[in-house]
């Protein structure tokens, strides 16, 4: 059974970094993609950025690249989304997502497992 557990959002001022982590557990590393979403309130869920567990491949979306870096560290078995130059348009609930895929199909289609999010509020 596939695990997923979210932390480290909170509470940052305009301009500020957060770091976000996804610890996972429960599948077989070499077959699973993770991925990063958020959802505002009154929007859909965006795509952030993924990462494919073995190899390492990173895909970002328009909105975070340049601001949002994924990682991986497998002897933790966690996925870190580090934030950087937040806006208040950054507030959302953030989650975690793991599917057998490849980080190039990060934003297409639906993925199969969930964490259940952490909030990010950025304000001053």
């Known amino acids: 059974q596939v695990e997923l557990v979210e932390s480290g959002g909170g509470l940052v001022q305009p301009g500020g970094s957060l770091r976000l982590s996804c610890a996972f557990s429960?599948?077989?590393?070499?077959?699973?993609?993770i991925g990063w979403f958020r959802q505002a309130p009154g929007k859909e869920r965006e795509g952030l950025s993924c990462?494919?567990?073995?190899?390492?491949?990173?895909n970002y979306a328009d909105s975070v690249k340049g601001r949002f870096t994924i990682s991986r560290d497998n002897h933790k078995d966690t996925v870190d989304l580090q934030m950087n130059s937040l806006k208040p348009e950054d507030t959302a609930v953030y989650y975690c997502?793991?599917?057998?895929?490849?980080?190039?199909?990060?934003?297409?289609?639906?993925?199969?497992?969930w964490g259940q999010g952490v909030q990010v509020t950025v304000s001053s």
């Open positions: 997502a793991a599917d057998p895929r490849s980080a190039y199909a990060c934003f297409d289609g639906q993925w199969d497992n």
């Open positions: 429960g599948f077989a590393l070499e077959y699973y993609t």
């Open positions: 990462i494919d567990i073995e190899d390492g491949t990173t």
